[in-house]
């Protein structure tokens, strides 16, 4: 050893900073890879020990052996002691952080015996205090009951999927800020309002109003059926509001919107069947409309909309043999008056000065038919012109029903509004 210490004493400085610095990093690579280290050194102490065990039974020498097993076994402990300081001890800690399983094995006093005596002990000394309680317990019950009632964020999150309505597309169809899987459009499903695009349709412009003023900027929730997306890749969903309450049937419910019934999205649609029989017998909304004005909804199986068909109404005339006539192809005024009648519009000509009398004169002029002598007093002064028009604008009562089929003739733009209906006659009796 004084040989290795005078010459390593002999060596350049230089030399000497390399080897201090080599040594330090052997110990630093030995202090990181301890674990494995000291797996290696248990692997060498197993093979000394062997190594022992072969030349004691060859009476052969030991000392090479036991250098090398007490060696290695000076290393596992040392490694196996580095380990432990730098990564911990799991074994160990786990049976230091866990005792009572070993008081729970315990056989001297088994803890459901324990418990017993606890209870019997405390039914003995404490029976007054248990009935006190037991007395008390009551009282206490309001407090459990009087729980805060869930919020409306907690009632939407129980419904589905909660969202902000940003936009209202129109009746029924909107837009929200939480887009559900990439898609803003919400179409409510099994419910149809009037269009407002594309051709507005009667009570389209209310029903669209009324989902603005109830949904647009409100917090709701989106409750989805079998399918998500429709053809126009807008998302499917029932849309329910704060209160509970869904506002597909709402809108069937107040008027707003028919049933609209596409499988195999139909969960709810007794719900808005049930609905939109209300409204119907309530003449709620758009139930409330004319005929002409149901017939230009769209079809949807719920006996209105399709279209409007006009029918045309047969002419009736003394003989289908002929196509046109005048004056001289009657016997008689009355005749000619029935035929006028029948079609006031008077594609014959026959009321030439438009007083309601045809061809007068016919025989029998002047017993013309009382409803046509009724009209005619009642029309316009001496001289069968149009009355004057207060203001410069007619109305029903200020003509007679010739004149004012005369009026609409003239301008069939209906200017007066005398055809309410348009079904081409004005100022219908």
Same mark, same amino acid.
């Given at each position: ?81 580095? $380990? ?36 019997? +002990? ?17 009282? %206490? ?6 729980? *805060? ?11 589905? +999927? ?42 389209? +412009? ?83 409309? $004319? ?41 008689? %005024?009355?005749?000619? %008056? ?30 013309? $038919? ?35 089929? %005369?009026?609409?003739?003239?301008? *069939? ?17």
């Amino acid at each position: 050893m004084g040989n290795i210490f005078s010459r390593l004493a002999t060596l350049p400085i230089a030399v000497k900073v390399l080897m201090v610095v080599a040594a330090l990093i052997v110990l630093g690579l030995s202090v990181v890879l301890s674990p494995l280290l000291a797996v290696l050194a248990a692997v060498v102490l197993a093979v000394a020990v062997i190594a022992l065990i072969i030349q004691l039974l060859r009476r052969a020498s030991l000392r090479r052996w036991r250098i090398i097993a007490a060696a290695s076994l000076l290393l596992v402990l040392m490694f196996s002691g580095i $380990s432990n300081a730098l990564y911990g001890g799991g074994g160990q800690s786990e049976q230091a952080t866990s005792p009572e399983p070993t008081q729970e094995a315990d056989p001297a006093q088994p803890e459901p015996t324990k418990r017993a005596a606890d209870a019997e +002990k405390d039914d003995e000394g404490d029976s007054a205090q248990s009935q006190t309680r037991v007395k008390e317990e009551p009282a %206490q019950e309001p407090e459990r009951e009087a729980q *805060p009632s869930p919020s409306s964020e907690d009632k939407l999150a129980d419904r589905g +999927k909660a969202v902000a309505v940003s936009r209202v597309v129109d009746g029924d169809t909107i837009e929200v800020s939480s887009a559900v899987g990439g898609i803003a459009d919400v179409r409510l499903i099994g419910v149809d309002t009037p269009e407002t695009y594309g051709g507005t349709e009667p009570y389209g +412009k209310e029903a669209s109003a009324f989902t603005t003023q109830r949904l647009e900027g409100r917090q709701v929730a989106l409750e989805f059926d079998v399918e998500r997306i429709d053809p126009y890749g807008r998302v499917l969903a029932y849309v329910w509001l704060p209160d509970g309450k869904m506002f597909n049937e709402v809108l069937v419910r107040e008027g707003y919107a028919q049933v609209a019934t596409f499988p195999p999205n139909v969960k709810y649609v007794e719900r808005f069947l049930a609905a939109q029989r209300e409204a119907r017998a309530e003449s709620a909304g758009l139930w409330g409309l $004319s005929a002409n004005k149901l017939c230009q909804l769209a079809d949807r199986s719920n006996g209105i909309g399709g279209g409007c068909v006009t029918e045309s109404k047969p002419t009736a005339t003394p003989s289908p043999s002929f196509s046109d006539r005048d004056c001289a192809d009657f016997d008689n %005024q009355t005749e000619a %008056q029935e035929v006028l009648e029948n079609d006031l519009s008077d594609p014959n000509g026959l009321d030439g000065d438009s007083d309601g009398v045809a061809c007068e004169d016919l025989p029998g002029g002047n017993s013309a $038919s009382p409803s046509a002598s009724a009209r005619t007093s009642a029309s316009a002064p001496a001289g069968g012109g149009l009355p004057p028009a207060p203001g410069g604008d007619y109305d029903c009562s200020d003509l007679t029903y010739s004149q004012a089929q %005369q009026v609409l003739r003239s301008d *069939p733009s209906d200017p007066h509004y005398l055809d309410g209906d348009d079904d081409g006659e004005a100022c219908e009796p």
